[in-house]
């Protein structure tokens, strides 16, 4: 059972669907933050996976399956992809045929895809927001598992997640409080920040008041 839910926890392909629906309903159904981060986060990812490629070739670090024997679980081919949830999964253990069959191991992709995710949530649904990070530690642990990362691939991964996120994230609110301050005033009025609500800008535009003054 466990094989089957690290199996299908890590394979992107059965979850994109529902998170392309999610992205769809909220640009549609969302209000201003919803839609927001919707936009930001696509873009985001947009640009950490080529960053992601880019860096793999880099290290060009040896995955685990690659260099050892390790205990690996494939899911069976379905059609839908979601139908192999209900299938057993295969258990075998890595040879000379799995050498050259995936790329390098440093930065998991999985891994940067989800801290961004949950760090972006964090930022947007300070309250609830969080919670996503289970699933992000939860993807990260699948990798391992299933013996395509070392647990420090994982590990450093996370933190070069997180930095991306706030990277861009800052990007994306210079880039709004300039252009939209001078392209879309009356907008601009009621959402002067992507991610930060009223009392929060409030208490922002306060401290930058206060330290310009000084």
Same mark, same amino acid.
């Given at each position: &059972? ?13 979850? /994109? ?6 992205? =769809?309903?909220? +640009? =549609?159904?969302? $209000?201003?933050?919803? $839609?927001?981060? =919707? ?11 080529? !960053?992601?490629?880019? *860096? /793999? ?14 205990? &690996? ?9 979601? !139908?192999? *949830? ?12 799995? $050498? ?16 961004? +995710? ?25 990798? +391992?598992? !299933? ?12 933190? *070069?997640? +997180? ?7 800052? !990007?994306?609110?210079?880039?709004? $409080? ?37």
């Amino acid at each position: &059972m466990l094989d089957l839910f690290m199996a299908g926890l890590s394979n992107s392909e059965i979850w /994109k669907p529902l998170f392309v629906g999610i992205a =769809i309903a909220t +640009i =549609i159904f969302g $209000r201003f933050k919803a $839609r927001a981060l =919707i936009l930001c986060l696509l873009i985001a990812l947009a640009i950490a996976n080529p !960053l992601t490629g880019v *860096l /793999k070739t880099a290290f060009g670090r040896h995955r685990p399956k690659q260099v050892e024997t390790v205990r &690996m679980v494939e899911l069976q081919r379905t059609h839908p992809v979601f !139908l192999t *949830l209900f299938k057993r999964p295969t258990v075998r253990y890595s040879d000379q045929t799995d $050498r050259n069959r995936s790329g390098p191991s440093f930065p998991s992709g999985h891994t940067v895809n989800n801290s961004i +995710i949950a760090t972006y949530l964090s930022l947007f649904y300070r309250r609830r927001g969080w919670l996503y990070w289970f699933v992000a530690v939860a993807v990260g642990y699948s990798r +391992i598992y !299933l013996g395509a990362h070392w647990p420090s691939d994982v590990a450093a991964t996370f933190f *070069l997640g +997180i930095g991306e996120a706030l990277l861009s994230l800052g !990007l994306f609110e210079f880039i709004w $409080r300039t252009a939209a301050r001078k392209w879309m005033p009356d907008l601009f009025a009621h959402h002067p920040s992507l991610f930060l609500d009223e009392a929060s800008h409030c208490d922002f535009s306060r401290a930058e008041e206060v330290r310009h003054a000084k």
